[in-house]
């Protein structure tokens, strides 16, 4: 089973920037991917990045955050940029993924495994 440590949260004005960092080890999953659970929400996945370098987003972050992963080092990287206060929560590496689309937009995503998460707050 994959485990997975995140790095990299903090504190960030409106409009900043902040990349999270993940490290996974004892397995490679195909797909990786970040969720997170923001202010009085459930957690969901927002990004997931496969093998291949095939990404995607949902609504909310499309245009705003950019995923990238390392094969060869086992890791997952999100980069976001013009960060909002609604994007202050918890934020978690994740793996083996299940998407839902519609019409070719990503709807929802799932996924099978999670780290213990690392906290982003924006502040306005």
């Known amino acids: 089973q994959v485990q997975l440590v995140e790095s990299g949260g903090g504190s960030v004005q409106s409009g900043g920037s902040l990349t999270l960092s993940c490290q996974a080890s004892g397995a490679r999953p195909y797909c990786m991917g970040w969720g997170r659970q923001v202010s009085g929400g459930l957690r969901e996945g927002i990004a997931e990045v496969e093998a291949d370098g095939t990404a995607n987003y949902l609504s909310s972050v499309k245009g705003r955050f950019t995923i990238s992963r390392d094969n060869a080092r086992n890791t997952v990287a999100l980069h976001m940029t013009d960060l909002k206060p609604e994007d202050t929560g918890m934020y978690y590496c994740?793996?083996?993924?299940?998407?839902?689309?519609?019409?070719?937009?990503?709807?929802?995503?799932?996924?099978?495994?999670w780290g213990q998460g690392t906290q982003v707050t924006v502040s306005s």
């Open positions: 994740a793996a083996d993924c299940r998407e839902y689309n519609l019409n070719g937009d990503l709807q929802r995503l799932e996924f099978a495994s």
